[in-house]
């Protein structure tokens, strides 16, 4: 099982190489969690150089615990027990208008480019965005643009509703929304319409359903399995089960980690994100509150009527189908 977007963990990671650089977070604070969910891989989300490098050293120091694969095959046929991490860069600081980047994040094998951390930035309107419902900017435009010719995948998550249709009336590329869910189930900017998962599929993307309980459900301190559930089948009514995985945004970090992520994805704090946000993060919904939970995902689909193969896909098939047209394995 394949995780498409790991959450704040990233955070953790820095905070703890800034206090030891040998520091080995990934492997003593989630991997058994992660193993015990069920999760063989999972996509981790770095912003500056320097995140690359101190996922790298860890993946060094893990003894082959963690490898570092960047496509299918490399992920297929890793050594059995291993755990497969992809890299994702999300791009709108540091990154933001460096061309050339693009190319080195490319042959290092980054699969993704995001354009947005739900706020106003230098490349588009993220959904958070209080003053309006802006899309993407001149630079913006002309990064999806050089995309086009990259092996570099375009993670739509995060947008404003404007900024989502720019991208996809702009870009040529592949797409997918790395973790969202339905606004249709339970209506949220960070969620997705109808309309939206129609287009994501029509592009052959993906939507990796989300655990963040503020998408679950309009009481988040009531959301359960069930509800998660909810927006899984939604989804897969509207557009299948190759157009569906798994992108659970657990927290797994130490809380004042996630209440730094959240201040600055809601600065003004106009969504309540400094108030109650840290607290809805802490735990996922009632059934799978954490990464080790995941496996109930996997049966309540089973139990929703998925097959096997459905299941399959859910669980990486289709990210892997996705990642393989993006990024072809070279001979």
């Given amino acids: 099982m394949i995780n498409i977007y790991v959450g ?12 030891d650089r040998h520091s080995q977070i990934l492997r003593e604070h989630y991997l058994e969690s992660w193993r015990a969910g069920g999760l063989t891989g999972a996509i981790m989300q770095v912003s500056e150089w320097s995140t690359i490098g101190m996922l790298l050293s860890e ?8 490898l570092f694969v960047r496509n299918r095959t490399e992920f297929e046929n890793r ?30 094998g980054v699969t993704t480019f995001t354009f947005s951390h739900n706020m106003q930035n230098l490349l588009c ?23 086009e010719s990259l092996p570099l995948m375009v993670d739509l998550v995060h947008m404003s509703r ?26 949220h900017r960070r969620n997705l319409t109808d309309d939206q998962i129609k287009a994501v599929a029509e592009r052959n993307g993906v939507i990796g359903i989300t655990t963040y309980r503020g998408y679950v459900a309009q009481d988040p301190y009531q959301a359960t399995l069930s509800d ?30 996630i209440a730094y992520g959240l201040k600055e994805a809601d600065p003004d704090n106009a969504y309540d994100l400094k108030e109650a946000g840290p607290d809805v993060y802490a735990v996922g919904p009632a059934g799978m509150e954490d ?5 109930n995902l996997v049966a309540g689909l089973a139990e929703r009527g998925l097959t096997q193969d459905e299941l399959d896909l859910v669980t990486g098939g289709s990210y892997l189908a996705m990642l393989e047209r993006a990024r072809p394995t070279t001979a």
């Fill in 79 to 108: 050594p059995p027990g291993s755990f497969g991490l992809f890299l994702s860069v999300e791009g709108y600081g540091p990154l933001a208008g460096d061309f050339e980047a693009l190319y080195t994040l490319a042959e290092l």
């Fill in 125 to 147: 309107t993220g959904c958070n965005e209080r003053f309006g419902e802006g899309g993407f900017s001149h630079l913006g435009k002309q990064v999806l643009k050089e995309l």
């Fill in 228 to 257: 998660v559930l909810d927006h899984a089948m939604h989804i897969y009514n509207l557009v299948g089960a190759e157009h569906l995985a798994i992108g659970a945004d657990y927290s797994g970090a130490p809380m004042e980690m």
């Fill in 59 to 66: 993946v060094r120091r893990s003894e082959g615990e963690i």
């Fill in 291 to 295: 990464a080790s939970r995941l496996g």
């Fill in 8 to 19: 704040p963990t990233i955070v953790h990671v820095m905070r703890g190489h800034g206090a």
């Fill in 162 to 187: 404007a900024s989502f249709w720019d991208a996809l009336d702009i870009y040529d590329g592949d797409i997918f929304v790395s973790h969202a869910n339905s606004d249709s189930v339970s209506p």
